[in-house]
């Protein structure tokens, strides 16, 4: 008869979870003003957007995080959208290149984003666009990039 201790995961060797340097916050209440994001977006090289398209945006996900550094500026974002029932996506995950934490708060806020979905929305695929330095950080949260050979492709519409 097998002892239920030798059925037990040890758990003492997994990772802490990753944390904001001192004096960040990481927000999830109003999002931040379309204007605000417009600069970040605009800072990480993504192309300009109208202020109400990314309001509508805004408006029709589901949640957002917001990561500001100790100045209050906005230095980090991602926001989710879903189906609710078979598949979640995040939306232009960013950290601005100018902060000196900028792989920290990538690596908080994908931490973060995955634990609220896998909590919250338990059996969805997820996906998302990512820059490529978020990279690194994906694969430490167990993203592959192009398992078996998937290939995902967008269309910016104008």
Request: include cysteine; charged fraction near 20%.
């Amino acid at each position: 008869m097998k002892t239920i201790q030798s059925l037990l995961i040890p758990f003492r060797n997994l990772p802490s979870p990753p944390t904001l340097p001192q004096g960040y916050g990481i927000e999830s209440g109003d999002p931040p003003a379309a204007t605000e994001l417009q600069e970040l977006l605009l800072a990480c090289g993504e192309p300009p957007r109208k202020p109400e398209r990314l309001e509508l945006a805004l408006q029709r996900s589901i949640w957002h995080l917001s990561v500001r550094n100790p100045s209050g500026e906005l230095v980090g974002f991602v926001r989710a959208t879903s189906d609710l029932a078979l598949n979640a996506n995040l939306w232009n995950l960013s950290g601005h290149p100018g902060d000196p934490h900028r792989d920290q708060v990538v690596l908080v806020l994908i931490a973060t984003a995955l634990a609220r979905l896998r909590r919250e929305l338990p059996g969805c695929s997820i996906s998302l666009s990512a820059p490529p330095e978020a990279v690194k950080a994906l694969a430490l949260q167990g993203f592959v990039l192009d398992p078996g050979g998937i290939r995902a492709m967008g269309l910016g519409l104008s």
